[in-house]
């Protein structure tokens, strides 16, 4: 029970990371300084970057072990009863289809943030 907790609080910390780093990338720059004057760059969007990438890895291992998870059950529950077989591949390919979806959504995030990585 503990290394389940454990394992939610890493994932957890490692989601919340692009959020930390965006909230970098958008504080407000100082106008009175004399680094104002070139361009700052404290490695911010470098940051958000590897935050992006890291949540991508992250959602498409999600996704590719849910769906491997999925189609395992339907295959077994097919060897268990072959007679309701189509109807467990329809239910299935409707789950695989969510899965996916959440993975496209994480990679729709990258593509519009993107724009904060310089």
Known sequence: MLKKGLAVLALAALLATPAMALEQA????EAHTEAAA???NNGSSS???FALAIGLAIAAFGGALGQSNAI??????VARQPEAGAR????MIIGLALIETLVIYMLLICFMMMSKVV
């Open 72 to 77: 395992a059950k339907a295959v077994d529950a």
């Open 88 to 91: 467990i591949q329809g239910m």
């Open 26 to 29: 958008m504080a407000p720059k």
């Open 47 to 49: 940051q958000l970057g």
């Open 38 to 40: 070139a361009p700052a």
